[in-house]
């Protein structure tokens, strides 16, 4: 069968493409905008790209167009698409219907921390002697792939909020029919979608309705949002995590950084954790994917020692490069939540060493500036800030951010960014690239700059 796909270098319609071709079907797809990792995926897959959206590449018809939700009434393939009647699903529902009709399916939910929660699921899974499915926002370094069929009944999916396409508004996750189910947390979000927090938790109890009696959703020990949402009504059993919860998954002799812990399960230790991720929200992502791993059966000595041995996920605090004593990381943090707790993170481990953030608001909700007035409290820990401001931004970041007074500086370009460190840097600093689009490759540019510089007399 021939799949095209529109949209597919998103991490969730890539990684859909990866499944489909691993089934066996010729899958092609068209985008607008190509950049690693994941157009290295689909090119190493043998996946065939088309840039744009031309009615050509529908021509000759494929038996099935899979449609991401980037895609809207206008756009020339999806209206060719229409009027000529090619047949036509969405990606959540594809995936619902082809892979996880069969699974155990184990879903990870939230505002925050859904990529490194399922990728440590997956990875506690493997490391068990298991080969489980996986489709997740992001690339985790144990894999190198963020999407592959596996061949054991489990199947890990990062499960979305966002709506599914423009023919179907539903959040994607309902489609999921998860039998284990993580809520890692919930805050106000996708502004371009919804109009408040209760909009958000009325999907999320959409979610919690599909969840069978005899499976298991795992939340936190305390989150008002997540509460809010059981208290429309639960049937299924629900597992606690939290640090200092108290009850359910806990953890005790945290190291400053939060790279040492010890594991409480209701208060009985269950061994410690040592391990290369930092931050106490790393910390709670690491209790929840332990209490999912064991809801499926993996043995909490066992998953524990898989997060000694977990690595990552690309463009989660990455390090990209070390040029004159000059560190470079790479970030997905768009939410002033995610900005604070990662900068925390950072503090912990590095200590008084200056860090700059460098901070793109790229995102539809940061674009409209729903949570402008939070960004400068959340970036507090950084000694320096650039912020970019490229025209299309809704709101002026100078008036936003001179609270910071001379830590930060607005640039309305990339090299002006990539320059204004290079003259700043010394040896020691920590530069937090922060964006969840390509950047302009923001990253080699400062390395390659940087090291371009005269070594110091």
Not at 51 to 63: F, I, N, T, V
Not at 321 to 349: M, N, Q, S
Request: charged share 20%; glycine share 10%.
């Amino acid at each position: 069968m021939h799949i095209h796909i529109l949209g597919i270098c998103g991490t969730f319609m890539g990684g859909i493409a990866l499944l489909a071709r691993s089934l066996g079907h010729r899958v092609t797809g068209s985008d607008a905008n190509v950049y690693p990792p994941m157009s290295v995926q689909l090119e190493q897959a043998g996946i065939g790209l088309m840039e744009g959206y031309s009615p050509e590449h529908l021509r000759p018809a494929p038996d099935w167009v899979v449609v991401g939700n980037a895609m809207s009434r206008g756009n020339p393939a999806v209206e060719y698409m229409l009027d000529a009647g090619l047949r036509y699903t969405s990606g959540p529902q594809w995936l619902a219907e082809q892979v996880l009709a069969s699974r155990w399916v184990i879903a990870v939910a939230g505002t925050h921390g859904k990529t490194s929660t399922s990728s440590m699921v997956a990875w506690m899974l493997e490391s068990a002697g298991l080969d489980p499915g996986l489709l997740i926002g992001g690339v985790p370094e144990n894999f190198a792939v963020s999407a592959r069929i596996g061949s054991d009944p489990y199947f890990v999916v990062e499960a979305d909020e966002y709506d599914t396409a423009f023919f179907d508004k539903r959040s994607k996750f309902v489609h999921y029919r998860p039998r284990t189910l993580v809520l890692n947390n919930l805050e106000f979000d996708h502004a371009d979608i919804f109009d408040d927090l209760a909009m958000i938790q009325r999907q999320f109890h959409h979610l919690v309705r599909t969840v069978p009696g005899a499976g298991r959703i795992i939340a936190p020990a305390a989150d008002r949002a997540i509460d809010q949402v059981l208290a429309k009504g639960c049937w299924t059993p629900v597992e606690r995590f939290g640090l200092g919860g108290g009850s359910g998954w806990d953890a005790t002799e945290v190291g400053r950084d939060a790279g040492r812990f010890e594991v409480l399960c209701r208060g009985e230790r269950m061994g410690r954790v040592d391990w290369s991720q930092i931050g106490e929200h790393n910390l709670n992502n690491a209790l929840a994917a332990l209490a999912a791993a064991a809801h499926a059966g993996v043995a909490p000595a066992q998953a524990i020692r898989a997060l000694g041995e977990f690595r990552g996920i690309k463009r989660r605090m990455e390090l990209r490069g070390e040029v004159g004593g000059v560190r470079v990381y790479d970030d997905f943090a768009h939410h002033p939540t995610a900005i604070r707790t990662t900068l925390a993170g950072l503090r912990a481990r590095v200590g008084p060493a200056r860090i700059i953030a460098v901070l793109d608001p790229r995102s539809n909700t940061m674009r409209l500036g729903v949570h402008a007035d939070q960004l400068p409290d959340a970036l507090a820990e950084a000694d320096r800030v650039l912020v970019h401001a490229p025209a299309e931004l809704g709101w002026d970041p100078r008036a936003v951010f001179s609270a910071l007074g001379e830590r930060v500086r607005v640039a309305d370009s990339v090299p002006a960014i990539v320059e204004a460190i290079v003259d700043d840097a010394r040896p020691g600093d920590q530069v937090l690239v922060m964006s969840n689009g390509g950047f302009g490759n923001i990253h080699q540019r400062l390395l390659d700059a940087l090291g371009r510089q005269p070594a110091p007399a």
